[in-house]
T-cell receptor, first 118, second 114 residues
């Protein structure tokens, strides 16, 4: 069965600090997708990134970067120069069987509450 | 940009009552999902729906839950006899099913059972 673990329940940083959110996953599939979602205080789920299991290149998007390491089953998320608006709950998620032709269900981690203090 | 729309944004209901949560998925999408998030907890998969039938469901999705696509645009989640523990945020999502895609989530319906 698939499982996503986000060991950090809460993280608090001061604005402009860099912060890394950890995500470790378990799956028996060789093909899968990994995701990060942001949930601001308003409650909606905001898609941040999707990464398939065959693409281990790290990705950078503005202040956000992701480090995918298959060897350690990790997909960590780093925010550089954090801002108060980054305060939210961040969820890592896994979807197995990425090449079945159908979009399968997501298994979410328990989330990390990030608080960025001014 | 197309989006998934959920109504209402907040519903309060008495224990034992039936509720219907409504969703309008993105128009060309073929796969539809409901997820649940109890306050302060993780988002949990409930059910997926494709070609007018349930394709997968979780253990949470028991006989008190049902889903329906009554017309070409709406996708509903019905809870027949609500319990206090059904209080949660319910998210609808849809996807087009292509290989390189993610599910798009609605803004959620907060259900409070009193």
């Amino acid at each position: 069965a698939q499982k996503v673990t986000q060991a950090q329940t809460e993280i608090s940083v001061v604005e402009k600090e860099d912060v890394t959110l950890d995500c470790v996953y378990e799956t028996r599939d060789t093909t899968y997708y990994l995701f990060w979602y942001k949930q601001p205080p308003s409650g909606e789920l905001v898609f941040l990134i999707r990464r398939n299991s065959f693409d281990e290149q790290n990705e950078i998007s503005g202040r956000y970067s992701w480090n995918f390491q298959k060897s350690t089953s990790s997909f960590n998320f780093t925010i550089t120069a954090s801002q108060v608006v980054d305060s939210a709950v961040y969820f890592c998620a896994l979807s197995e069987d990425a090449f079945s032709g159908s979009a399968r269900q997501l298994t979410f981690g328990s989330g990390t509450q990030l608080t960025v203090l001014p | 940009e197309p989006e998934v729309t959920q109504t209402p944004s907040h519903q309060v209901t008495q224990m034992g009552q039936e509720v219907i949560l409504r969703c309008v998925p993105i128009s060309n999408h073929l796969y539809f999902y409901w997820y649940r998030q109890i306050l302060g907890q993780k988002v949990e998969f409930l059910v997926s729906f494709y070609n007018n039938e349930i394709s997968e469901k979780s253990e949470i999705f028991d006989d008190q839950f049902s889903v329906e696509r009554p017309d070409g645009s709406n996708f509903t989640l019905k809870i027949r006899s609500t319990k206090l523990e059904d209080s949660a945020m319910y998210f609808c999502a849809s996807s087009d099913g292509s290989l390189n895609t993610e599910a798009f989530f609605g803004q959620g319906t907060r259900l409070t059972v009193v």
